[in-house]
Nanobody, 124 residues
Framework: QVQLVESGGGLVQAGGSLRLSCAAS??????MGWFRQAPGKDREFVAT????????YYADSVKGRATISRDNVKNTVYLQMNSLKPEDTAVYYC???????????????????WGQGTQVTVSS
């Protein structure tokens, strides 16, 4: 049974940092990613990497402030977010795909599995 469990969200002041974790079970995945959804807004892509961790993509809004990484032994993906801004406030979702590649991994519909989400709130 596939399961993605996020952790690490919380309340942080602007300029602070958080590290989100997503523990995956059930199988290995071609790519894993992070998406977020703020109140009243559509879900948006944040970051993704392939199974080797060598190929990564970031949304322009987080580029330079976020780092996605994975530990294949633990089957866990991480999202380190620095210099957080109030506009980063959202529910962050971990996702896993068995088939996406390259730019296709920026698109939510190309992911088979999703976690339940973890809230990140950045206060000004």
């Amino acid at each position: 049974q596939v399961q993605l469990v996020e952790s690490g969200g919380g309340l942080v002041q602007a300029g602070g940092s958080l590290r989100l974790s997503c523990a995956a079970s059930g199988r290995t995945y071609r790519a894993m990613g992070w998406f977020r959804q703020a109140p009243g807004k559509d879900r948006e892509f944040v970051a993704t990497l392939d199974w080797s961790g060598a190929s990564t993509y970031y949304a322009d809004s987080v580029k330079g402030r976020a780092t996605i990484s994975r530990d294949n032994v633990k089957n866990t993906v991480y999202l380190q977010m620095n210099s957080l801004k109030p506009e980063d406030t959202a529910v962050y979702y971990c996702a896993a795909s068995t088939y996406c590649s390259n730019y296709g991994c920026r698109v939510g519909r190309n992911y088979n599995y999703w976690g339940q989400g973890t809230q990140v709130t950045v206060s000004s």
